[in-house]
């Protein structure tokens, strides 16, 4: 069984529209064919890929699109496909999500029951920031 990671760029739209499909990367999973029922836990570490966030129809022209490629083959060598698009997205660094967003610190979880606090020091200094 393998896995493979397949990057679809679009460019242009209507009939002018320019399609290329890329494989990133392929993992193999397992050797042989699973048990019927069986399930298996993957790990993919995408940060040696050259990956870029999934965009969809940019002002019409440009979209970036991943697929995640199954392939399975059976005891009498039987290949059986699926994809399954998936939709990737970059994460911001902390220090920048602290000057987009200053209620980022306003609210804090309690570790125990998982109540919200709100800490009304940094809730007066966002107000007056706003």
């Excluded at 399930?39 to 697929?67: E, N, Q």
């Excluded at 987009?100 to 125990?112: A, E, H, I, L, Q």
Aim: aromatic share 6%; charged share 30%; hydrophobic share 40%.
């Amino acid at each position: 069984m393998e896995i493979a990671i397949i990057k679809s760029e679009t460019v242009g739209s209507g009939p002018n529209a320019a399609k290329e499909t890329d494989p990133v990367a392929k993992f193999e999973i397992m050797d042989g064919a699973p048990v019927r029922g069986e399930s298996i836990p993957i790990r993919l570490f995408l940060g040696g890929h050259d990956l870029a966030p999934t965009m969809r129809d940019v002002s019409k022209k440009f979209s970036v699109r991943y697929l995640l490629n199954l392939v399975l083959v059976d005891e009498e060598d039987r290949r059986y496909f699926k994809q399954q698009e998936v939709i990737l997205w970059r994460k911001a660094d902390k220090s920048i999500r602290k000057i987009m967003d200053p209620m980022c610190n306003v609210m804090s979880t309690n570790g125990r029951d998982g109540s919200i606090k709100v800490n009304p020091r940094t809730a007066m200094k966002a107000t007056k920031i706003q």
